[in-house]
């Protein structure tokens, strides 16, 4: 092992062995094992956004195995993705990629302004799984948030019981935030703030832009200089809002962009300090061969800026 992974490790004095060991597991696995950075491919979409808007820009993407191939090729850290996915590869695939099985989702067929997802998987799907963590996704702004936060704490507790790491997607959205709040800075560094009180693991966030939401803590981000520009200084300030930098924060690919424009992002938060990089529509809605070449340059960016 590392040091630098030993490191980390040593960040969460309060976990268990077994929630070490597979925190260990993800920060070992895939290209990046050893660097202390992530690369995860996260393929919950088909049930956020539906299968067409998913998959149809690739369609060999319908397939679950396709992602479990595509994450075991790619060298990623760990796979994320609900039940069904995992049910449908995880015997084919056990031991060759972690598993992160996302345990509550929400879908697009409702429109509501306070969005609460479903709880879709448990934690004893988890361990039939042999997943090496549960992921759970929080919408701070919803008027429903405090159910969601109470949620996330049962199920927290109990898969930390059970050695399991927590991984939380932490995302603004609902009523109390405009639309461009939803990604700004103040918004995204409380939402990883949250995130780490509820006790993850490893924080989902999008990247923020540089707007401020929140007329209290602009004075604050004035009074005190916070930097807004570049995007490498949003995403320090977002790492350091999770304990000072000692929780796992990794920042979503959002929408498809192109190579260059994503890949611009990756540096960024390689040059900010963040830990690495969700990547799900920018990976399965390239063609494969596409898919492994920007991942593998994903890699080569966290590999050149290892601290």
Wanted: with cysteine; glycine share 10%; hydrophobic share 40%.
């Amino acid at each position: 092992m590392t040091e630098k992974v030993k490191e980390i490790l040593g960040w969460y004095d309060g976990a268990n062995p077994g929630v070490l060991t597979n925190l260990a597991r993800m920060l070992n696995h895939g290209r990046l094992g050893g660097t202390g950075k992530f690369l995860i491919l996260p393929v919950d979409q088909g049930f956020e956004h539906g299968p067409a808007r998913s998959f149809a820009p690739n369609p060999p993407a319908y397939d679950p195995n396709y992602h479990f191939r595509l994450a075991v090729d790619a060298g990623c850290n760990a796979y994320a993705a609900p039940l069904g996915f995992l049910e449908a590869g995880a015997a084919r695939f056990a031991g060759e990629v972690p598993l992160i099985l996302k345990l509550n989702n929400h879908d697009l067929l409702y429109d509501e302004n306070d969005p609460i997802p479903a709880v879709t998987g448990s934690v004893k799907d988890a361990l039939r799984l042999g997943c090496a963590a549960v992921g759970y996704t929080i919408y701070p702004g919803s008027a429903m948030r405090r159910e969601m936060y109470e949620a996330l704490r049962e199920i927290a507790e109990e898969a930390k019981e059970h050695g399991l790491a927590v991984v939380v997607w932490s995302y603004p959205r609902g009523s109390g935030l405009s639309k461009e709040g939803e990604t700004a800075l103040d918004v995204i560094a409380y939402a990883a703030q949250i995130a780490a009180q509820l006790g993850a693991h490893i924080i989902k966030v999008k990247l923020p832009t540089s707007h401020l939401e929140q007329p209290e803590a602009r004075k604050v981000y004035q009074a005190q200089n916070i930097p807004l520009e570049p995007l490498s200084a949003r995403v320090r300030h977002v790492v350091q809002s999770a304990f000072d930098g000692r929780r796992i924060v990794i920042f979503s690919g959002g929408p498809k962009h192109t190579d260059e424009a994503l890949l611009e992002e990756v540096r960024a938060i390689a040059e900010g300090g963040g830990f690495g990089s969700i990547i799900g529509r920018n990976s399965f809605q390239r063609p494969r061969g596409e898919a492994l070449e920007l991942l593998s340059k994903i890699a080569d960016i966290y590999i050149t800026h290892r601290a």
